[in-house]
């Protein structure tokens, strides 16, 4: 199980940045991404969540309205369109698959998990 993260880079605050998740090992046919984000001493919390079913996406509240989540099976890569981004979204991004845990309302990583490097986000105000 791999996934790679990329696209990340710096953006001034209300701009766009769509980044990607490439997995290889299995099938996003029939696994859920989560995607999650750090900053320096801070925990790594959940972002957004997309399920074997494309129809089936999540979003931390941070973020609703103004990231969307995708997924091109073909290309067995998941992609975060990120709108009017703001300078508290900077942060490392990170994909791993994950189930959807519907009593806690947050995306759960499946083992074995494989955080990878991440891409970095800078948004600058």
């Known amino acids: 199980v791999q996934l790679q993260a990329g696209g990340g880079g710096l953006v001034q605050a209300g701009g766009s940045l769509r980044i990607s998740c490439a997995a290889s090992g299995f099938t996003l046919d029939y696994n859920g991404i989560g995607w999650f984000r750090q900053t320096p001493g801070q925990e790594r919390e959940w972002v957004s969540y997309i399920g074997s079913s494309a129809e089936t996406t999540y979003y931390t509240d941070s973020v609703k309205g103004r990231f969307t989540i995708s997924k091109d099976n073909a290309k067995n890569t998941v992609y975060l369109q990120m709108n009017n981004l703001k300078p508290e979204d900077t942060a490392a991004y990170y994909c791993?698959?994950?189930?959807?845990?519907?009593?806690?309302?947050?995306?759960?990583?499946?083992?074995?998990?494989?955080w990878g490097q991440g891409t970095q986000v800078t948004v600058s105000s």
């Open positions: 791993a698959r994950s189930i959807w845990d519907h009593a806690e309302g947050v995306p759960v990583t499946t083992p074995p998990v494989s």
